[in-house]
């Protein structure tokens, strides 16, 4: 641990602090930074503010939540894939891979089916998450396999699969002229509809997940050295990965189910993280929820101001994500092999 | 089912060669020694008590395990692979203490590699990886290390190296097992031989008594050829 962690984690919070500062700002109604610091100064010490109302209304009220969400689900979308890219020791893998994400997506299509309000779709969607990656861990449990992590990754795909099926299914018989359009914005991802009430039960299970990985960040060393040296080193490998998949799922699912879909965070921010501070699950946690937060709200801005319409996260996500993958395949040798 | 009607014992301050074809149960029994498995039938004791009585943290403080040469997927540095031989000494949530770090940066500094503490594992030659395991073996502060194969993939010199830290930590009252494919490994750096063949024990005592021509055409089905020094008496085999 000579190198130091200090350069990465300062990169780290220059980027999300920068990103916060142009959520703020940007967009058609825009705020300058002096009235920004001036309105958070205002409010922080209780006097009034000289700027006009409608800029406190943007910065509280329109952008405000949309951007506590971006970085809460860019952050939770980042450290679970951090966490599940240690866990089954393969730097391919992203939070949805035990079918979190298409879990969630068949609950949401289901509660848009059923005419569920907002807090009904959303509940679906987190309970849908979470019920998959159970299935998911259950039958993988039930295959006796001498490597279980690979078992568990094949059943999370062929269960993904299931559901994905299920989502189709629903679609097809879905009204074409309301419920379809719902479901098919809900699966592309948006935070556009986001408000101050969405962020409790976003919030919420964000911060319990994160905090359980982040207590077993040292384990988390551990957990992603093979199966059998992990139990040799004392470590009860089971219940570890039953606590570390069931904290990565939360946090995923509560994402999933407050923005829809939106892929790539998972999978490319955690690399940016490896290659900034290294693969040790102490520095690597904090600075892979640093950079998704920042990095899904530069996307989340861009979906805003880009084009006259609100483009869907889960196309920026892809559009970006895709060309930097390959660029981070290219020169993989260097972060991780 | 392999592993019938076996019995291993391994004492403190001796090393202990395991012996035996491909396919003949050797990594079967170490991983049932070292409580990855359960075995069959029987029961394999440390200290009179038996295995699945120890937690898994309990059992690590007493055997540290050495797994063949592999390149992990991600590249932690070599002081974090140390550092995680700590682990059954902290709690679930522990960082390491100053003490995990001293005993780690003890370890690099026996096996002379403390200039290697910085650089990823990943980028090490397999002589330095196989170094680097067994500091984390030490750090771990076991009373027996066993070793899958701690000479596989290294070159001739690295080899040499390696048995002579066998028989070090055999000085420094460690008990060590290790397995190997090379009977003149075995010849060098243990003090016993255990033979195994199809799950069976085929021999087993000092390894002068057991490494013999006959026994190790025996064990391996094949034909062995024996060279001796005119000025020391010392053997070595060949695959004849």
Redesign the interface.
Same mark, same amino acid.
Not at chain 2, 92 to 96: H, I, N, R, T, V
């Given at each position: 641990? /000579?190198?130091s962690a200090l350069p990465g984690l300062g990169i780290a919070t220059a980027f999300i602090v920068v990103g916060l500062i142009t959520a703020f700002t940007v967009g058609r109604y825009p705020v300058s930074l002096a009235e920004l610091i001036d309105v958070l100064g205002a409010h922080l010490s209780g006097r009034p503010s000289a700027a006009p109302p409608a800029v406190e209304n943007v910065i509280f009220l329109v952008r405000g939540p949309r951007v506590v969400a971006a970085v809460l689900i860019g952050a939770a979308l980042a450290v679970a894939g951090t966490a599940f890219q =240690?866990l089954f020791?393969? @730097?391919l893998v992203s939070p949805d891979i035990l079918g979190a994400s298409s879990g969630a997506a068949l609950g949401a299509v289901l509660g848009i089916f059923f005419s569920l309000g907002v807090v009904g779709i959303e509940s679906f969607a987190f309970l849908g998450g979470i019920a998959a990656v159970a299935a998911v861990y259950c039958v993988g449990s039930l295959l006796r396999a001498r490597d279980p992590v690979l078992v568990l990754v094949l059943t999370g795909v062929v269960i993904g699969a299931l559901l994905g099926a299920g989502v189709g299914l629903v679609k097809y018989l879905a009204d074409p002229y309301n419920q379809l359009p719902a479901m098919t914005f809900w699966l592309l991802g948006s935070l556009a509809s986001t408000t101050a009430s969405d962020l409790v039960p976003l919030a919420g299970p964000v911060l319990l997940g994160s905090a359980v990985l982040v207590?077993?960040r040292?384990?988390m060393?551990?957990m992603?050295?093979?199966e059998?040296?992990a139990?040799?080193? =004392?470590?009860?490998t089971g219940p570890?990965r039953i606590a570390i998949v069931a904290a990565a799922t939360l946090v995923t699912s509560a994402s999933v189910a407050t923005s829809g879909i939106i892929g790539w965070v998972g999978l490319v921010v955690p690399h940016l993280a %490896?290659a900034l501070v290294?693969?040790?699950f102490?520095r690597l946690l904090p600075t892979a929820a640093l950079l998704g937060g920042g990095y899904l709200l530069f996307i989340d801005t861009l979906a805003r101001v880009a084009a006259p319409v609100e483009i869907p996260l889960g196309i920026l996500t892809a559009v970006i994500g895709t060309p930097f993958f390959i660029w981070l395949l290219a020169g993989m040798q260097r972060?991780? *092999? | 089912m392999i592993g019938r009607e076996l019995e291993v014992t391994l004492s403190r301050g001796e090393v202990l060669a395991l012996l035996g074809p491909n396919g003949s149960g050797k990594t079967t029994l170490l991983?049932t020694l070292?409580g990855?498995i359960a075995p069959l039938e029987g029961f394999a004791l440390i200290d009179d008590k038996p295995l699945s009585a120890y /937690?898994?943290?309990?059992?690590? %403080?007493r055997?540290?395990?050495v797994?063949q040469v592999?390149? @992990?997927?991600?590249?932690? /540095?070599v002081? *974090?692979i140390v550092l995680?031989?700590r /682990?059954?000494h =902290?709690n679930?949530? *522990?960082?390491?203490s100053s003490a995990d770090r001293a005993a780690a940066s003890e370890a690099l500094a026996r096996f002379g590699i403390t200039a290697l503490?910085?650089r @990823?594992y990943?980028m090490l030659s397999g002589g330095e990886r196989q170094l680097v395991l067994l500091a984390r073996a030490l750090a771990?502060e076991p009373q027996y290390i066993v070793l899958d194969e701690p000479t596989a993939n290294l070159d001739f010199g690295n080899q040499g190296k390696v048995m002579r830290e066998l028989r070090a930590l055999a000085a420094a009252g460690h008990g060590v097992l290790f397995t190997t494919h090379d009977p003149n490994h075995a010849l060098r750096a243990a003090d016993r031989a255990f033979l195994m063949r199809e799950g069976k024990c085929l021999a087993e005592g000092p390894v002068r008594d057991v490494l013999t021509r006959p026994q190790l055409e025996a064990l391996y089905g094949a034909p062995v050829e024996t060279l001796t020094d005119p000025a020391t008496g010392a053997t070595a085999f060949l695959p004849g």
């Open positions: 641990m /000579t190198r =240690g020791r393969n @730097p207590a077993l040292w384990r060393n551990v992603s050295l093979p059998e040296e139990r040799a080193l =004392g470590v009860s570890l %490896r290294g693969p040790d102490p972060t991780w *092999s | 991983k070292l990855l /937690t898994a943290a309990a059992r690590a %403080r055997i540290a395990y797994p592999h390149v @992990p997927t991600f590249a932690f /540095t002081e *974090s995680m031989g /682990t059954a =902290g679930l949530f *522990s960082a390491p503490s910085a @990823p990943t771990q």
